[in-house]
């Protein structure tokens, strides 16, 4: 009997799909185009002005990365350093949210793209507060990645967070949910949900290792284990992702390449819940996207909103 593990992943962006991704599922409705950091291609990521920049470009929804301040307040910003897109350094938890306000995020998306702003003029690290209430209707997937927080003081400046709905806004609990490559912070929201009903729980996806080890499973052994209760599941993961596969045997180990690519049997597993929700991350070409809508996906995630306004405009 065989055991897979996977190693390194490795993001490829040039796969051969599956043969049997030709023939798939029809989608009822076209995917969500969901901004990836606000739309990093097009404005800088994780900023007020670049998720303004996607909603006007046709975005259906946006995707943030967060981290937790120096005095525990959730902020949208992605690398593990400042100096990375910034004009400061060191660590978001080594700044209060008040400082980080005064930090420009724009300084490398500038560079990248020869802008050159008015002297003085910036752009700020927002919170998830005032992004939540500068955009009162729209819908949020808020990816954790803070490297050195404690995943429980984490989850309860979330639900602070998410609970502070004010006036004029949509609920927020309704129009968030939340994604990490790190389980802790998902347990941690677990434990903050356990005693809550529903309505009043922070809604996330499934754990990024459970999606990809049933994906791996189907396409290596053409087994669907996934569960049938049709509760309300959320997945995510890219389209096409290439990864090191250790196949473990009693008498040692063996290692392949493989090519983790989503095709109509692997949706349909995942679709034995009809309650499932599936988001493509990595959707940068027009035929990601249509191979993504015709898998059936719920949301595709993508860098330039602008650049697919104009790919599915020209589509038409």
């Known amino acids: 009997m065989r055991n897979y593990i996977m190693a390194t992943i490795l993001l490829s962006t040039s796969f051969v799909t599956n043969a049997n991704s030709t023939t798939s599922t029809t989608a009822i409705d076209p995917p969500q185009i969901i901004a990836h950091r606000g739309g990093t ?19 259906n929804a946006i995707w943030v990365t967060l981290q937790l301040s120096k005095d525990n307040v959730l902020v949208l910003y992605r690398p593990s350093d400042l100096k990375v897109l910034t004009n400061k350094t060191g660590k978001i938890s080594a700044y209060t949210a008040k400082q980080l306000a005064q930090v420009d995020a724009s300084v490398d998306y500038n560079k990248n793209h020869n802008i050159h702003p008015e002297p003085g003029s910036r752009v700020s690290i927002p919170t998830l507060d005032e992004t939540l209430i500068a955009f009162p209707t729209t819908t949020f997937y808020l990816d954790i990645k803070s490297p050195d927080a404690n995943p429980a003081v984490f989850a309860k400046a979330l639900q602070k967070t998410l609970t502070a709905t004010t006036k004029g806004e949509n609920n927020r609990l309704a129009r968030t949910r939340v994604y990490s490559t790190d389980d802790n912070y998902l347990n941690a929201l677990d434990v903050v949900n356990q005693d809550l009903d529903k309505k009043h729980k922070i809604e996330r996806f499934e754990s990024r290792d459970f999606t990809r080890t049933q994906l791996l499973n189907i396409t290596m052994d053409h087994k669907c284990e996934l569960p049938v209760d049709d509760i309300e599941r959320w997945y995510g993961l890219e389209l096409h992702r290439k990864v090191e596969v250790i196949e473990q ?20 597993c995942f679709r034995k819940n009809k309650n499932a929700h599936i988001i493509f991350f990595g959707i940068n070409k027009i035929e990601d996207y249509d191979e993504a809508k015709k898998l059936g996906a719920n949301g595709v995630m993508v860098d330039s909103p602008a650049l697919f306004k104009k790919l599915l405009n020209n589509s038409k």
């Open 41 to 59: 291609a097009d404005a800088p990521e994780n900023t007020l002005p670049a998720i303004k920049k996607a909603l006007d470009n046709g975005a």
């Open 249 to 268: 045997y009693t008498l040692g180990e063996g290692r392949s390449q493989a090519i983790l690519s989503w095709d109509k049997e692997a949706v349909d």
